[in-house]
């Protein structure tokens, strides 16, 4: 049964794109112990410059999302991350959710 995501304090144009958010099915999901925190997972938000748009990916959470906004994607990710561990392993509660940020930029100057 999938739980429905209250949208209230989300923008127009994130509410739009939770809904393009792509799960994997039977995907192995890690968890990690902390002191102050039951449960963290790990996303990598790795900057795409020839698409001009933000992805992230995670060993921990099934979870696929892009934006052209950072803030956004954060944003979004913080949203769907815990509807994804609920629907695919009955997690609910708080977690800890770490984000690694990757850019690079390749230009030829003169």
Not at 26 to 41: A, Q
Request: net charge negative.
């Amino acid at each position: 049964m999938k739980k429905e995501i209250n949208y209230t304090d989300i923008p127009k144009e994130i509410e739009e794109s939770l809904d393009r958010a792509v799960v994997i099915p039977n995907f192995p999901i890690k968890k990690y112990s902390d002191e102050i925190y039951k449960v963290k997972y790990e996303f990598d938000i790795i900057w795409d410059s020839e698409n001009k748009i933000w992805y992230c990916i995670s060993d921990d959470i099934p979870l696929y999302l892009n934006d052209e906004s950072y803030d956004n994607l954060i944003k979004r990710i913080c949203m769907a991350a815990p509807e994804v561990l609920e629907n695919t392993n009955g997690h609910k509660g708080t977690v800890k959710i770490i984000f690694k940020s990757i850019r690079q930029e390749n230009t030829l100057v003169s």
